[in-house]
C-alpha cells in the first residue's frame, strides 16, 4: 500500500476515535474521565491524540471542549455564556462563612476544621461544613495522623466543574477573591496558600477514611449501607 493510502487509513482510524470520544462525552451527564475514554477506544488509539484533535474541532464553536480534573466535558463558550439561563435551581445560596470557608478549604486542602478556624481566626460551625458537604463542592478526604485523627476536607471535581477550572493550581490569586469578597479581612495578612498539587492524592501525614470511621461521622450505618 502506498504512503497515501497508509495516511489515509491512519486519518479514517483517527476520525472514528474521535467520533467515539464526541459520543461517549456528549451522552454523559457530568464529565468523562479520560482513562474511562481510552478504553472505550480502539485498541491502539491514542487518546491524547483524539481528545486533541476533538477539542481543536470545537475551539471556535459555541460549545467548547473543556478538561475538568482528569476529565473532560462540553461546555458553552466562555464568550457566550450570558446568553443561557440558568434553568436549574441553585444549589442553596452559601453565607459569607460558607464562602470563606469554602475558599480557604479550596486554597489550604487538605485541611482540618482546626486549621480552617486558624486561617480565618474565628470559630467554624459544623452546620456551615455540612451545608457545603451537601453541595457536593468539598468532600471529608481522610484523617490527619494527629491527636485525635481529625477529618481532613478538600474540594471535589464537581467544585472545578462548577467554576470552569481544569485543576486546582487554576484557581484565581488571593487578591481576585478578597476583590470579590470570597475572603475578608479576618484572614491575616501574612497568609499565604501553599502550592497545590496536581491531584487530589492523600498526602503524607493523612491516613484514608475507614469504614469503621465512616461510621463514626455517620456516613454509613453500622451494617455498611451508605446514609441517604
Do not use: C
Amino acid at each position: 500500500m502506498t504512503t497515501e493510502g497508509l495516511d489515509a487509513l491512519r486519518e479514517r482510524a483517527l476520525f472514528e476515535a474521535e467520533r467515539i470520544a464526541e459520543a461517549l462525552i456528549f451522552a454523559s451527564s457530568g464529565p468523562v474521565a479520560e482513562s474511562l475514554i481510552a478504553a472505550k477506544l480502539p485498541q491502539g488509539a491514542p487518546v491524547g491524540v483524539v481528545i486533541r484533535r476533538l477539542a481543536e474541532s470545537y475551539a471556535h464553536r459555541g460549545v467548547n471542549l473543556v478538561r475538568v480534573g482528569d476529565a473532560w466535558a462540553f461546555r458553552t463558550a466562555a464568550d457566550l455564556g450570558f446568553l443561557i439561563r440558568q434553568e436549574e435551581t441553585e444549589v442553596k445560596k452559601l453565607s459569607r462563612a460558607g464562602l470563606e470557608v469554602l475558599s480557604t478549604i479550596a486554597y489550604h486542602q487538605p485541611v482540618t476544621r482546626a486549621e480552617i478556624e486558624d486561617v480565618r481566626g474565628v470559630a467554624t460551625s459544623k452546620g456551615t461544613l455540612d451545608v457545603l458537604l451537601e453541595t457536593g463542592w468539598v468532600r471529608m478526604r481522610g484523617r490527619r495522623r494527629s491527636p485525635g485523627r481529625p477529618v481532613t476536607y478538600g474540594t471535589t471535581q464537581a467544585f472545578l466543574d462548577h467554576f470552569g477550572l481544569e485543576e486546582l493550581r487554576d484557581l484565581p490569586g488571593m487578591d481576585e477573591l478578597k476583590g470579590a469578597g470570597l475572603l475578608s479581612g479576618r484572614v491575616p495578612s501574612n497568609f499565604q496558600p501553599p502550592v497545590l498539587p496536581a491531584n487530589d492524592d492523600l498526602t503524607e501525614d493523612e491516613d484514608p477514611l475507614t469504614q469503621m470511621d465512616l461510621e463514626e461521622l455517620g456516613l454509613l450505618t453500622p451494617m455498611g449501607e451508605a446514609e441517604d
